[in-house]
């Protein structure tokens, strides 16, 4: 509770009539009269979000946005109710139930955010009478026990990481930003077996000034118990003045206001597909049905290994990524892994598209007086005998990439392309989803020639308008670039 709330909440006790124990009590149990921001209209429910995704089973929850939105708070309540047993503001019964639980804060370093924020937070919210602490060798409390049983232990990200290492216990919260070797240290200690009360929580709360490692390992990951709310801007947070907000912002640089304010990540600055979210569009894998079309777009290289993704599409034409290859390879050679892919799968695959590219890139060959076919022509062939009809893909990228964007957002917010959970890992350092975090443009606002090769694929996949139709349906046949024919589906439906 800040300071403004106190004073605002005192106001309103003297006009009710509250005798002075029970506006000391109020002044002494703040966590009783907590509000989650969320829980009213016309907030954004981030604090709220956090709680949900706690009591859903998540086991890494992270709150990242701009400075002044009341992460330690949150992060100071949770702590709170956990060594209680309940959350003193609902009465709900926490995830750990009413047993003692050990609970470990990571700080930045003792002398500055353990002593002069992490414990006079702990201390507002802490019902008084509750705990008692104990001052470690440097003279900063840096051990709380409670009533309950349950203990509060704080250790910094500047101790060495096998101090880090040996504890064990239910709830961690990592308050700002640490290393990794410190997260791996001490996730490790969350692994205490059911009858202990199984696996713990591990909370980080904080603004993404550095350890851009975060990002990539915890909010980008894809298991299904990491859960985030991320990018939370200051203006969220009902409770900031706009006076503070004007000053706070007007003493910033340009690029400091990204992560402080706006609540961004530097590193996503201009990202291509912002729409992407893992939590939403990444999802459990399923065995393809036998009726959905199935495509393969192929993005063909001279120099490095080919990328390959499959698209399958339901009958509401939602669209599915479901597998993908990254290899180096022939024509013959990469036609028969596409081959192995539909036989393996059942699934059915009647067409390829192509990167233009791809034909002709024989020319230098030719030009020395040699005949010799194309990549395009040798997989066109190839596919061919197993009835997959080779295509070459369209080059509009600039609508392509407009189509990825708006599928991902959805029609009134229901997305219609997804990615199966098996690519998140299948490919060290490539692969759609790998891919998608980390396209952005450049300084000319265009998208960058570099680590694209499946969203080419992707964006290229929604231009050959792959819909669904039955087993057997005349008019099911994509249409590319090249082979494009509005008197085609009269003609068979004629014949």
Known sequence: MSTKQKIEKSILDLESGLSDEEREYRLSHPIEYFSPIGEKPGELPYQKQVLDHLHAGKKVIALVGANGIGKTV??????????????????????????????????????????????????????????????????IEALFRFRTGSTVELITNKQDTRDHEGWEGDLIWGDEEFDRDKFVANIRGLRRPEDKGGMGVFLLTQTAVTQAWILDDIIRNTDPAYASVTEIPQDANPHLSEEFKRVFRASLREDEKVPRVDGGWLSLVGLVWKAFKPDVHVIDDFQVPLDW??????????????????????????IYTVDEIWENGSAEEMADKIIRKKRDKSWRVTEAFIDPLSKGDTAYVKNMGIEIKDSFTRLKEALWQERIDLKVASKDKSSGIRNVEEMLKGINGLPSLFFFRSLANKIDREGHIWEIQRWNYDENGKPRDEADHFCENLYRMTLTGIKYSPMGHPGHDLKSETDFDVFSERREYAA
């Open 293 to 318: 079309p199935v495509v393969a777009l192929i993005d063909w290289h001279v120099n490095k290994p080919h990328a390959i993704g499959f698209y399958a599409v339901d009958p509401r034409n939602m």
């Open 74 to 139: 949150l992060g100071a309540v949770i702590t709170a109710s956990a060594c209680l047993g309940i959350e003193p503001w609902s009465g709900r019964e926490t995830v750990w139930g009413r047993r003692p639980v050990k609970v470990r804060i990571l700080c930045t370093d003792w002398e500055k955010h353990a002593a002069m924020v992490m414990i006079p937070k702990l201390k507002e919210y802490f019902p008084r009478g509750e705990y008692e602490t104990k001052k470690n060798n440097i003279g």
